[in-house]
């Protein structure tokens, strides 16, 4: 398995400078990821240890630096153009202010991204295109949370599913949809789609296994606090892979690892 550690603050410029040429993640663009067997980390809202989240920016340095996936949250503007925005309103992530859906993207895009202590950037809130084109140049794989946006409207998943495709990276992706019913008209929408949802293996694996069979392409999504080696195995000779999150700590790093999951999602830990 491949070695990795933590970002450290001091070090971090360094370290990205580093990984600016040529250093590409391991996945294949397009392959079967589901079935592969190694470990890859998955880079919450992008690379967050070097750009803000959700920003263009943070999906080319989760590139560089070799992440396998990036996690992103989609919205739909007022004019109906698809935008990466974790939160319903601006407000805290950029100079702006207001709700997503009611602003435009001429509007959002002139307000500027603002860094985790509050300083403004030269970054921009980013379109889905520009984003799954960008992740389409590193083939990272895409985890598009489904919290956030319309998932029960057919129009606005056909256009999020339009944009994937044509970026190449549809096939390389899975989507996280919580709600039962909806993850079920999704699955009618896209049966070939990798779905899952957020699990707890220590209270409901044996459901939460048999809910996602019912599906032809899964995976099984549940944080670090709520999974341990014996459910782990449980989940594998189901014939599931593991998807784990919230592994932010060398606690958690280390429990990981001992469960040789497919995917550790991390804000912190790097390549």
Do not use: C
């Not at 993640?25 to 397009?30: F, T, W």
């Not at 895409?142 to 956030?148: E, L, Q, R, V």
């Not at 709520?226 to 459910?231: L, R, S, W, Y």
């Amino acid at each position: 398995m491949k070695k990795y550690q933590f970002a450290v603050l001091g070090a971090m410029l360094m370290t990205v400078t580093s990984f600016l040429f040529g250093h590409t993640a391991d996945a294949a663009q397009n392959d079967n990821w589901l079935n592969s067997n190694k470990t890859e980390l998955s880079a919450h809202r992008g690379a967050q240890v070097a750009a803000p989240e959700n920003t263009l920016e943070s999906i080319t340095q989760a590139g560089t630096l070799g992440y396998g996936f990036v996690e992103i949250d989609v919205q739909r503007t007022k004019d109906g153009h698809y935008v990466l925005m974790h939160d319903k309103t601006v407000d805290r992530t950029t100079t702006g202010t207001g709700q997503v859906g009611d602003l435009t993207l001429k509007e959002i895009q002139g307000f500027s991204i603002e860094d985790k202590q509050g300083n403004k950037t030269d970054y921009k809130v980013p379109t889905l295109e520009e984003v799954l084109g960008e992740a389409n140049k590193y083939n990272l794989g895409i985890n598009f949370d489904g919290s956030k946006g319309n998932w029960e409207d057919k129009g606005f998943v056909e256009g999020i599913m339009d944009e994937a495709e044509k970026a190449k990276v549809l096939n390389h992706s899975f989507f996280v949809l919580s709600n039962a019913g909806i993850r079920d008209q999704f699955n009618k929408w896209y049966p070939e789609a990798t779905v899952t949802f957020l699990g707890n293996a220590l209270k409901n694996v044996d459901s939460d296994i048999k809910e996602l069979k019912k599906y032809k392409n899964a995976i099984y999504t549940t944080s670090i606090q709520n999974v341990d080696e014996e459910t782990a195995k449980k989940i594998k000779k189901a014939g599931l892979k593991l998807h784990i999150y919230s592994v932010n700590t060398a606690e958690t790093y280390a429990k990981a690892k001992r469960i040789h999951p497919r995917l550790i999602e991390t804000d912190v830990i790097v390549p």
